[in-house]
């Protein structure tokens, strides 16, 4: 996706000033805002899945 928005940021500067500039830009801001919402929601998903395994490590170490 990061590939995607840099190409569309290409297209739009050889573009003269206009709607289909601004599209373009706005298209690649959206790619950048759902790739990193994205791997935000990859890091917490990874996060829940380990938390009741370091949940019962630490009732371990400290048993």
């Known amino acids: 996706m ?3 928005a840099a ?11 206009g709607a289909a500039r601004n599209d373009l830009r ?7 805002w759902l790739h990193r919402r994205g791997m ?3 890091l ?3 996060l829940q899945a380990f938390a009741p ?5 630490s009732e371990t170490i400290v048993d």
């Open 2 to 4: 990061e590939q995607q």
């Open 7 to 17: 190409d569309a940021l290409r297209r739009a500067r050889r573009l003269p000033v």
């Open 26 to 32: 706005e298209l690649a801001l959206g790619l950048l």
């Open 40 to 42: 935000e929601a990859v």
């Open 44 to 46: 917490e998903g990874r």
């Open 53 to 57: 395994l370091n949940r019962s490590f």
